[in-house]
């Protein structure tokens, strides 16, 4: 049973178009993350949800727009893709530590490449 | 600006040698983890080593942490093929918050 996972795996998209991605997790975390990956390895957290509710929003273009139905689920969409967008985008869960543990469980990346 | 840095950037070994990586970072702690990355998948956490702790194991691994120096080190002994992969660094950078460090590419030779 997949722990995290994300939907779609690939994604190849035109400059200016419109796009979502999907993210599920069956541990029963309350945190969800988006984190984005770029060609250099260099992971970036840029939205992290806790319970619903909108707790870390790094300077991200509002271009991207996090939703969170319920906490099992965090959804990207990202308007008017830019070809610097393209990177592959990571979603992760957490429980909230009781000693401030922060164990983080990745999904398997969705690849975004525009053009 | 970014929490930890890597050293080496890329470490090519032979199967069975030990493999040393070390991460520094620049702010207090509370606690550092290690995390690996296959090629085209995500992260797996490794270890965790919390601010009072010096040493950990945890089968093959050992990683250290020197607070005084703010830097940490993870061995992989006795390497073998299928530990490939880039080792990340993470300290906690607030609340629920990780921040990563730019990574090192280990290849294990067979």
């Known amino acids: 049973d997949t722990a995290v996972s994300q939907t779609p795996k690939y994604l190849v998209t035109q400059m200016g178009n419109d796009k979502s991605i999907k993210c599920e997790q069956n541990l029963g975390h309350d945190t969800m993350y988006w984190y984005k990956q770029d060609s250099k390895k260099f992971l970036k957290i840029m939205f992290s949800y806790n319970n619903k509710e909108l707790i870390i929003n790094e300077t991200v273009p509002n271009r991207f727009s996090p939703k969170s139905p319920d906490k099992a689920h965090l959804n990207l969409h990202i308007n008017s893709l830019e070809l610097g967008d393209s990177a592959v985008y990571f979603c992760?869960?957490?429980?909230?530590?009781?000693?401030?543990?922060?164990?983080?469980?990745f999904g398997p990346g969705t690849r975004l490449l525009v053009l | 600006s970014q929490q930890g840095e890597e050293d080496p950037q890329a470490l090519s070994i032979q199967e069975g040698e030990n493999a040393t990586m070390n991460c520094s970072y620049k702010?207090?702690?509370?606690?550092l983890q290690w995390y690996r990355q296959n090629s085209g998948r995500g992260l797996v956490h490794l270890i965790l080593?919390?601010?009072?702790?010096r040493e950990k194991h945890s089968g093959r691994l050992r990683v250290t942490l020197d607070t005084s120096k703010k830097s940490s080190s993870l061995l992989i002994t006795a390497s073998r093929a299928a530990d490939t992969a880039s080792y990340f660094c993470a300290t906690d950078g607030g609340f629920q918050k990780l921040v990563f460090g730019t990574g090192t590419r280990l290849l294990v030779s067979p």
């Open positions: 992760a869960s957490s429980p909230m530590g009781a000693g401030g543990d922060k164990t983080q469980y």
């Open positions: 080593i919390r601010s009072n702790e």
């Open positions: 702010t207090s702690i509370n606690n």
